[in-house]
């Protein structure tokens, strides 16, 4: 048995311009004008003080799942009345209550009948036979309803998600089975009307094949929605829950190892209830309230949604060895963004990744000993910047997403190795010795190539150097540095000139720490590829600006 | 000892899973264990390895400076994350260049890349005296990181880079330190590699390649860069001059593996046109 709770939309003389449904509160003069969405979430909790198992179907419109409930609420009809009677007492009115065998049934003679209305299972379609064909759009309506429902509350989750899952969840409503897209498009209903067809029961009369012959399977299915039949089974809305536990503590603590107590007994029960809601973690919150009065608060963004205790206490304690709290904890908060728990199907063809708590922790670690930004997966940057590169998250895919990924990226690393191998000919000046021909553009070896690619290690801070030309080609290089005496120069390549933004400024985001200390951002230089008498092989440039020679790099 | 009982003491060491560390290999002694490796992605090398690297142990590649340790690495990372497996790379002294590992091939999603203190601490000014805290700090750092990563778990490669460590810092380093790395890394399905100049880390299983550069016949201008001019140019590399530069490896140390008396493998990297 179903119940539904209804309110119609006000006559047409209705103060509120944006549709608003008039709510008399107790003791009030004057009625109080409420939107849908308002109304809408009062007949919610009216339902849940009946049922778990309600739904929000359609604009000011409720289900109710009232099988079992006799036994303790009474006949339908009682339950019903008593329906209203909440209403009524949250200063809702006027409100319509049906209860009948199915879902479909109940939706409609709400939508058409006053006051309660209770019809026997089994005898809906000859109650609805009657009522005028308009109200099946009723139930046009509430495909859209239900759908903006559905990206509130998507909306909500990708707020807590990093970008790339934002992109995943968006995509995510279009797969989900939403029951609520069956039902069918309105347009047929005007067909019918210029059919001359007027009550529910004459469209439940009409011969089914016929039917289908005329309109196709949407036909159909309007003729089950006006014989009272459903079209799918009630998925009741879940109440969103908050995960959030504070605890006010009785003295100021200090230190990691008291808070990490504390942290246990909020993340404790805070982990078993995602696990209960089979959600896990997408953010993690931590509200420290000081002795100061003033409130630090750090936000960890985690790479797969988690639920284990005890790596989320871990995060949080390697965050806060490296941002500690400034004074005395008072009262501590921890707030969780919750997401769908994750669904993992492993392969047997590739090895098992590890778990993303465990390379979490890792990476938390490692920051915490190594510094902020000196642990991650490299990345290739798009700029002719010598040495630019960018660091990302080290996040692991998992089972099957991280196989079809490793796939779709097999193009991606070998455009990427492209670029990296293949010198740019708009940044590239030729070498001046034209006695040894014009350079020619090698052809970056194949990634599935058994060569190795000659490797440089740079110098992130470029070592000064001393270099003595002749002929217009160094002889010598000196530098300053133990482990780095220089000498004769034994063969060279170059000079390759190469510039670039020069229209920046050392304070620009992006700029290398040698830009900042030198106050330009751009380069201009002329790059040697030299062998050395003390066996290297380094790449010096001349910067053309200041004329000072650099060690850049050794090549092994 | 008499036959029957070294097979005893030899059958209670395979009883406690002893018999890899400290029974050699010998020819006809039955005992030839075939350890799982990973490839070191140069078949030459492999073959002569048995397969690669051998897992649970630490290896090393040890040579002089531009001796192509930084490429055989890169080889070994992008043969590790071409499999699909992750691969963490120790940078000491964040020596290492992007494009260069894009361009050796490696996946640099599945690149775990941990960068130490810069290169600054590896080569102080001549005045800042013998002493270079700055380096056995990022020592330190390196090793704590390579221990957080192996006892982690879930790597199929780990590689800590000190081929720019000072020597006198390296040999600072206790034995006991690479004792408890190896026992960390002992049973994982992992190899672990050490670049640096000289062999220091290796355990019992692991291998030591031992690099230089070039034969001497090919030392045309005497670097082991093997110039065009001396060569018959081809089209590809014609007016470069350095199309390539060779290095040899060599298996200096490998208990595990049966035979150590192949030839050496040359190396040779690609043409330099990053």
Request: aromatic content about 4%.
């Given at each position: 048995m179903f119940a539904c709770l209804y309110v119609p939309p006000p006559a047409g003389d209705a103060p509120d311009a944006t549709r608003g449904f008039i709510t008399r509160s107790r003791g009030a003069a004057e009625p109080l004008y409420a939107g849908d969405e308002t109304v809408t979430s009062a007949l919610l909790d009216i339902a849940r003080m009946v049922s778990p198992r309600v739904a929000a179907?359609?604009?000011?419109?409720?289900?109710?799942?009232?099988?079992?409930?006799?036994?303790?609420?009474?006949?339908?009809?009682?339950?019903?009345?008593?329906?209203?009677?909440?209403?009524?007492?949250?200063?809702?009115?006027?409100?319509?209550?049906?209860?009948?065998?199915?879902?479909?049934?109940?939706?409609?003679l709400a939508a058409a009948r006053a006051g309660v209305t209770v019809v026997a299972a089994g005898e809906e379609a000859a109650a609805l036979a009657g009522l005028p064909l308009r109200t099946l759009s009723v139930l046009s309506g509430t495909a859209e309803v239900a759908s903006s429902q559905y990206s509130v509350a998507s909306r909500r989750k990708t707020e807590a998600r990093s970008k790339k899952q934002e992109v995943r969840s968006e995509l995510a409503p279009s797969r989900a089975p939403n029951p609520e897209s069956r039902i069918p498009n309105p347009g047929p209903l005007s067909v019918l009307s210029r059919w001359g067809l007027r009550t529910l029961g004459e469209l439940a009369a009409l011969p089914t094949a016929e039917l289908s012959e005329r309109l196709g399977q949407e036909g159909i299915r309007w003729q089950r929605l006006a014989r009272g039949e459903d079209t799918?089974?009630?998925?009741?809305?879940?109440?969103?829950?908050?995960?959030?536990?504070?605890?006010?503590?009785?003295?100021?603590?200090?230190?990691?190892?008291?808070?990490?107590?504390?942290?246990?007994?909020?993340?404790?029960?805070?982990?078993?209830?995602?696990?209960?809601?089979?959600r896990g973690a997408a953010v993690l919150h931590l509200r420290l309230r000081l002795v100061t009065r003033a409130l630090h608060i750090r936000s960890l963004q985690l790479p797969a949604p988690m639920r284990d205790a005890k790596v989320l206490r871990t995060l949080l304690l390697l965050d806060l060895e490296s941002h500690p709290a400034p004074a005395g904890i008072d009262a501590v908060t921890v707030a969780i963004d919750p997401t769908p728990g994750r669904i993992v199907q492993e392969s047997l063809l590739t090895r098992a990744m590890p778990a993303p708590e465990l390379i979490s922790t890792l990476v938390a670690r490692l920051q915490a000993l190594m510094g902020d930004g000196r642990c991650g997966s490299p990345a290739l940057v798009d700029s002719h910047r010598p040495g630019a590169f960018a660091m990302a998250p080290f996040v692991v895919e998992q089972g099957q997403k991280q196989e079809a990924r490793s796939k779709k990226q097999e193009g991606v690393v070998c455009s990427q190795y492209s670029v990296a191998s293949r010198p740019n000919p708009e940044?590239?000046?030729?070498?001046?010795?034209?006695?040894?021909?014009?350079?020619?553009?090698?052809?970056?070896?194949?990634?599935?190539?058994r060569v190795p690619n000659a490797c440089l290690r740079r110098f992130r801070l470029p070592i000064p150097a001393r270099v003595l030309?002749?002929?217009?080609?160094?002889?010598?290089?000196?530098?300053?540095?133990?482990?780095?005496?220089?000498?004769?120069?034994?063969?060279?390549?170059?000079?390759?000139?190469?510039?670039?933004?020069?229209?920046?400024?050392?304070?620009?985001?992006?700029?290398?720490?040698l830009a900042s200390r030198r106050g330009r951002a751009g380069w201009n230089r002329d790059e040697w590829d030299v062998a050395l008498s003390d066996g290297g092989l380094y790449r010096i440039f001349e910067d053309r600006d200041s004329g000072r020679w650099f060690v850049e790099a050794v090549v092994d | 000892m008499p036959a029957t009982r070294r097979a005893d003491v030899e059958a209670l060491l395979r009883a406690k899973k002893l018999d890899r560390t400290l029974v050699p290999v010998t020819k006809g002694s039955g005992l030839a264990i075939a350890p799982e490796t990973a490839t070191t992605g140069l078949p030459a090398l492999d073959q002569q390895l048995g397969g690669g690297l051998?897992?649970?142990?630490?290896?090393?590649?040890?040579?002089?400076?531009?001796?192509?340790?930084?490429?055989?690495?890169?080889?070994?990372?992008?043969?590790?994350?071409?499999?699909?497996?992750?691969?963490?790379?120790?940078?000491?002294?964040?020596?290492?260049?992007?494009?260069s590992m894009a361009a050796a091939g490696v996946r640099l999603d599945r690149l775990l890349w941990v960068r130490g203190e810069t290169s600054t601490s590896a080569f102080p000014p001549a005045t800042a005296g013998r002493r270079q805290p700055g380096a056995d700090r990022a020592i330190e750092r390196a090793l704590k990181a390579t221990n957080l990563v192996l006892q982690a778990g879930g790597m199929s490669l780990v590689a800590?880079?000190?081929?720019?460590?000072?020597?006198?810092?390296?040999?600072?380093?206790?034995?006991?330190?690479?004792?408890?790395?190896?026992?960390v890394l002992e049973g994982q399905q992992a190899a672990a590699v050490?670049?640096?100049?000289?062999?220091?880390?290796?355990?019992?299983?692991?291998?030591?390649?031992?690099?230089?550069?070039?034969?001497?016949?090919?030392?045309?201008?005497?670097?082991?860069?093997?110039?065009?001019?001396?060569?018959?140019?081809?089209?590809?590399?014609?007016?470069?001059?350095?199309?390539?530069?060779?290095?040899?490896i060599r298996i200096q140390r490998a208990r595990l593996v049966p035979g150590m008396d192949g030839a050496p493998v040359r190396l040779t990297a690609a043409a330099l046109v990053a």
């Open positions: 179907r359609g604009r000011c419109q409720v289900v109710i799942d009232v099988e079992g409930l006799e036994r303790l609420l009474g006949d339908p009809r009682a339950i019903g009345e008593r329906l209203r009677q909440a209403a009524e007492g949250r200063g809702i009115a006027p409100v319509h209550v049906a209860v009948a065998g199915t879902c479909t049934a109940a939706m409609l799918g089974p009630l998925v009741p809305a879940l109440v969103e829950e908050p995960f959030e536990a504070s605890l006010e503590l009785e003295w100021p603590i200090d230190g990691l190892e008291p808070l990490s107590f504390v942290l246990s007994r909020l993340l404790d029960p805070l982990c078993q209830r995602l696990e209960y809601r089979d940044s590239r000046i030729p070498p001046l010795d034209v006695a040894r021909g014009g350079p020619e553009l090698v052809e970056g070896p194949n990634p599935e190539s030309m002749d002929g217009g080609r160094p002889i010598t290089v000196r530098t300053d540095r133990q482990a780095l005496p220089g000498g004769r120069v034994g063969a060279s390549a170059g000079p390759w000139r190469t510039s670039g933004e020069w229209w920046k400024t050392a304070a620009a985001p992006g700029t290398t720490e | 051998p897992m649970g142990h630490f290896s090393e590649v040890v040579g002089p400076r531009s001796s192509g340790r930084t490429s055989l690495l890169m080889a070994m990372l992008a043969a590790a994350t071409r499999r699909g497996e992750l691969a963490a790379l120790v940078d000491t002294f964040d020596m290492f260049d992007v494009e800590l880079d000190l081929a720019d460590a000072p020597i006198q810092a390296l040999r600072r380093i206790p034995m006991t330190t690479w004792m408890r790395l190896q026992k050490v670049t640096g100049t000289v062999p220091l880390s290796r355990s019992a299983g692991g291998v030591t390649l031992a690099l230089t550069r070039g034969s001497e016949d090919r030392r045309d201008s005497g670097f082991g860069i093997r110039d065009s001019r001396s060569e018959t140019q081809t089209s590809a590399l014609r007016g470069f001059p350095f199309p390539g530069i060779e290095s040899e």
